[in-house]
């Protein structure tokens, strides 16, 4: 148990090998707590040596166990091994169930392979396993007509499946995607919604909406929920962060984040916000993010560095107006948070020199590597020497061409390419 909630699920499987052999009995919940910790640690590729282990031992694995191990083989996209394993149930004596067809189902969805999902659900008819709830709700948001969502709406009350808090979003997504937003805003009128279940799914229609480009609608309906004193969830708070793209936002987007409580969702969230924030040449609001940021995971170096490549990246893929406030950036990561840039932020911002053909500003960058404690690399000798190119400083550009290595083809076929680019005429 141990090793499976610190996701060290190697050691897990190695220590029930081990009880295998030994002839101890494996309890059906060790099993499933090692299938949720490779679910969790995404080591799809594991349920092939425990379901191998399983056969090997003849564990005695339940109907859940067969649903988390088909799922896991729909992660890896392995749809042999998963239908492999439905057709194994009738070996040991277990039928298949609605889940284990719903977590194929789902797979195909999630890849837009909307004949594929429409093939799981014929199976499951052929089985004779009946659909659930879950399963109609999988049907309903998929759809791309509002026929079909009756269709399959009519044949879940058919089949004596009452409509639940899935059922509902389902509707909501399903109109939602077909355009019929009005009829999406009428589902949260329906007086058969339980009052516990409203705030969630207002708030996958606020997330519908905004995905759709209804964000006057999805703001509206959200202020609704404020003034009502009820929480945003935060799927539908990092949705209407993300689909606020136009300038001028900067005001609704800082509130915003304040509604974010959990830490990989504020996470998430304040790193959009950040990038907006560059899009649009905020620089002090982005420094004030960068600092909360800086102060929520002081600890973990590598996330920061992460963070502060997606910026000077997008800084490098913007135009060349972006130059300005990325070196305004670089003195206030230095000055301001105290924090030492990372290489490949500064390869960002010698690559947006060069999109700038500005040499004062190369030749500065080309100093904070060593500053930094940086050893040139060949990848910096490269982008120097295209920003040498670009700012028509033949003469130094040639020496720094002397010092780049040139074993490696794909170095080559950068510098051919620059000089084909920057040396005409």
């Keep these: 148990m141990y090793c499976c909630e610190s996701l060290k699920v190697h050691a897990a499987l190695e220590m029930v090998e081990e009880m295998c052999e030994l002839g101890l009995t494996v309890s059906i919940g060790a ?28 564990l005695k694995p339940n109907g859940e166990t067969f649903r988390c191990m088909i799922t896991l083989c729909v992660k890896m996209k392995d749809y042999g091994g998963a239908y492999d394993m439905l057709s194994d149930l009738e070996k040991i004596n277990l039928t298949p169930t609605a889940s ?32 659930d709830s879950q399963t109609f709700s999988y049907l309903i948001s998929n ?29 909501v997504n399903g109109y939602a995607t077909c355009g019929q937003f009005e009829k999406a805003k009428q ?3 329906d007086q058969g919604i339980p009052v516990k279940c409203l705030n969630e799914i207002k708030s996958v229609l606020v997330q519908s909406l905004a995905s759709h480009g209804q964000l006057c609608d999805a703001f509206s309906i959200y202020e609704e929920m404020k003034q009502a004193g009820c929480s945003l969830e935060p799927k539908a708070v990092i949705s209407l962060i993300e689909h606020l793209q136009s300038d001028e936002e900067l005001s ?9 409580d959990d830490p990989d969702y504020w996470f998430e969230g304040c790193l959009r916000t950040i990038l907006y924030c560059v899009r649009y040449k905020h620089l002090r609001p982005t420094l004030n993010l960068l600092k909360q940021l800086r102060d929520k995971i002081c600890t973990d ?20 107006t972006h130059l300005q406030l990325g070196l305004d950036l670089l003195h ?22 060069a999109n700038a053909k500005d040499l004062r500003n190369s030749k500065l960058i080309w100093k904070e590597y060593e500053a930094a404690g940086l050893p040139y690399n060949t990848l910096s ?29 794909h170095v080559r076929t950068i510098i051919k390419a620059c000089n084909t680019i920057y040396s005409r005429g």
């Design 301 to 320: 170096e590598l996330a920061l560095e992460v963070i502060f490549n997606q910026v000077f990246a997008l800084i490098a893929e913007s135009e060349s």
């Design 187 to 189: 589902v949260v009128l």
């Design 252 to 260: 609704r987007l800082l509130p915003l984040l304040d509604e974010l």
């Design 31 to 58: 099993l499933h707590s090692i299938l949720r910790a490779s679910d969790e640690s995404c080591d799809f590729n594991l349920v092939r040596q425990m379901y191998s282990m399983i056969c090997r031992y003849k």
């Design 332 to 353: 206030a990561i230095k000055n301001e948070l105290g924090l030492t840039p990372s290489r490949k932020s500064l390869d960002f911002l010698l690559q947006a020199c």
């Design 143 to 171: 759809c791309d007509s509002e026929e079909d969502i009756n269709k399959y709406y009519e044949e879940m009350k058919r089949s004596g499946i009452q409509v639940s808090k899935q059922i509902f979003m389902a509707l």
């Design 381 to 409: 000798f490269v982008r120097m020497y295209q920003a040498l190119l670009a700012a028509g400083d033949r003469k130094a550009s040639k020496i720094l061409l002397s010092k780049i290595p040139k074993d490696d083809p």
């Design 100 to 131: 284990m067809y719903n977590a194929i189902m789902v797979g195909f969805f999630r890849e837009k392979n909307i004949y594929g999902g429409l093939r799981v659900f014929k199976q499951m008819k052929e089985a004779d396993v009946q659909p």
